[in-house]
């Protein structure tokens, strides 16, 4: 459980970076006078943002599926090893 404390922070770190990455980026679309409307520069912003949501949310159930595996083969482990004494 205390092994995993480090995974549970990575959305909250990612979600912080996400957040400084979108502000930064509005400003400079609107101060660098860009070829694309800032209309549409908003739109892909929020496009990519979704994405990059469900891709979060794959890599969280992967992780899980790894962490579940993980328990399993060591409780296997563990069988084996009364199993042979």
């Not at 990612?14 to 400003?27: A, M």
């Amino acid at each position: 459980s205390t092994a995993n404390a480090p995974e549970d922070d990575a959305p909250n770190r990612y979600s912080r970076t996400e957040r400084t990455t979108y502000s930064r980026y509005s400003r400079d679309a609107n101060s660098s006078g860009s070829s694309l409307p800032s209309n549409a520069l908003e739109k892909r912003i929020e496009e990519l943002e979704r994405e990059l949501a469900k891709e979060r949310q794959e890599n969280a159930r992967l992780m899980k599926m790894t962490q579940d595996k993980e328990e399993l083969i060591g409780k296997l482990k563990e069988e084996i090893d009364l199993l042979n004494r």
